[in-house]
C-alpha cells in the first residue's frame, strides 16, 4: 500500500502528533502486505481491506501508542522510556496494538503474547520483515508469563474478557499501568473487575461509535 495513502488516513488518528517518519510508514506498508497474504491462510482478521486494515487496526493502535508511549509527540502522560520499560500485548493475535506501538517507539522493549501457534509464527515473520529489535513473542498462556514483570500491559479484542482482564492485572509491576481498546459497553465491567485500579476518563477513539481508550493510573496494588 502507498505509504502516503496510510500517511493520510492515519492522521485523524494522530491528530497534532508529527507525521510518522517515512521508514515508520514503509513498515506500516509492508506489514499490510503481509497481513493479507497470510490472512488468505490463516484467520489472523475479518477485515480484508488495505484501507479498512489501517482505519481499524493501525489507526486504533497508534491512536493508543500516542496516548501512552514516548515517540514522535512529546508528552507528560507518556510511559518513560528505560531499559526497564517493558510494554505486555496480552493476545497479541495479529499483532495489535503491540507490533504498532513498536513501531511509533523504537526504543521500547515489547513482548508479543500468542498462544495460537499458527498466529505466533505470524508474529515472528512480521518481526522479522519490519527488522525490528527488542521485540519478541512469547509463545504461551499469560498465566505462565512472569507476574508483576510490565511497566504497561494492552489488551485489544480479546474473548473470555472477563478472565484475560483478571489475568492481565496480574502482570502489571508497582508503578505499571494497564491499557485497554475496549467497548463502551465493557467499561462498567472493567470497574467491577478490577476495583483496586484507578482509572482515567475513558478517551473515544477517533471515527468510532463505541470504541474507547481506558488506562489505570500507576498500579499499587492489584
Not at 503481509?34 to 491512536?63: D, M, Q
Not at 493476545?91 to 500468542?114: C, D, H, N, R
Not at 510490565?150 to 478472565?163: N, Q
Request: glycine residues 4%; charged residues 20%.
Amino acid at each position: 500500500m502507498d505509504p502516503a495513502r496510510i500517511a493520510q488516513l492515519l492522521d485523524p488518528f494522530l491528530d497534532d502528533a508529527s507525521p510518522l517518519p517515512a521508514a515508520a510508514l514503509h513498515q506500516i506498508s509492508t506489514y499490510i502486505d503481509l497481513l493479507l497474504r497470510w490472512n488468505a491462510r490463516v484467520n489472523l482478521t475479518a477485515v480484508r481491506t488495505p484501507e479498512e486494515i489501517v482505519t481499524r487496526h493501525f489507526g486504533e493502535s497508534l491512536f493508543a501508542a500516542r496516548q501512552l508511549l514516548a515517540g514522535p509527540a512529546p508528552s507528560n502522560e507518556m510511559l518513560p522510556s528505560s531499559p526497564a520499560s517493558l510494554v505486555v500485548d496480552l493476545g497479541s493475535g495479529a499483532g495489535f496494538p503491540g507490533v504498532p506501538l513498536k513501531i511509533w517507539s523504537p526504543q521500547t522493549k515489547v513482548t508479543l503474547i500468542e498462544s495460537n501457534h499458527k498466529k505466533v509464527a505470524f508474529l515472528r515473520e512480521t518481526i522479522r520483515a519490519l527488522t525490528l529489535t527488542n521485540i519478541d513473542v512469547f509463545p504461551g498462556r499469560a498465566e505462565d508469563f512472569p507476574p508483576a514483570s510490565a511497566t504497561l500491559v494492552t489488551l485489544r479484542a480479546v474473548e473470555r474478557f472477563d478472565h484475560i482482564l483478571l489475568t492481565a492485572a496480574t502482570l502489571v509491576a508497582p508503578q505499571g499501568r494497564l491499557a485497554l481498546l475496549i467497548g463502551q459497553s465493557q467499561l462498567a465491567r472493567a470497574h467491577e473487575l478490577l476495583p483496586g485500579l484507578h482509572w482515567k476518563k475513558p478517551i473515544p477513539i477517533p471515527h468510532s461509535e463505541s470504541r474507547v481508550l481506558l488506562t489505570s493510573t500507576p498500579n499499587q496494588a492489584c
